[in-house]
């Protein structure tokens, strides 16, 4: 395709269709990443163990918190449960609209999240990640 991007690889892990659409046309406009979408987050999980086991990781991972039967602080345990992911570089960005202090605390307290960011992506919120 000619595209060269900041990092190889995104995955997103929503279950809201439209913040999907608006994430992938914002990280790949600004040339960020090549974007996979894998849905539900159980499903997600299980792509990161592939990902893991063909030593194909995206480089860089989107998450929502706020998702029905798997939410995202569930989905970062499961993931820290998860054999060779302890070595991965991979960056965790936690994309929501929570407003609940409670998700600010567990989110800065997480040694697997890299930041917090506001959902949905823009391109001024990009360019601080």
Do not use: H, W
């Not at 995955?11 to 994430?23: E, F």
């Not at 990280?27 to 990161?48: C, F, G, K």
């Not at 965790?92 to 992506?121: G, H, T």
Request: a negative charge; aromatic letters at 10%; proline letters at 5%.
């Amino acid at each position: 395709m000619g595209y060269s991007y900041r990092y190889k690889t995104a995955l997103l892990v929503d279950d809201s269709y439209i913040d999907n659409q608006i994430n992938i046309r914002v990280l790949e406009s600004n040339n960020y990443a090549e974007t996979i979408i894998v849905q539900p987050p159980v499903e997600a999980i299980e792509y990161i163990k592939e990902s893991i086991l063909k030593n194909n990781l995206p480089e860089v991972l989107f998450l929502d918190i706020r998702m029905p039967i798997m939410d995202g602080f569930d989905f970062l345990s499961a993931l820290d449960q998860i054999v060779g992911f302890e070595e991965s570089k991979i960056k965790i960005y936690v994309l929501s609209s929570s407003l609940n202090p409670q998700d600010f605390k567990e989110i800065r307290q997480n040694k697997l999240v890299s930041a917090f960011l506001c959902k949905p992506l823009t391109n001024e919120i990009f360019k601080e990640i």
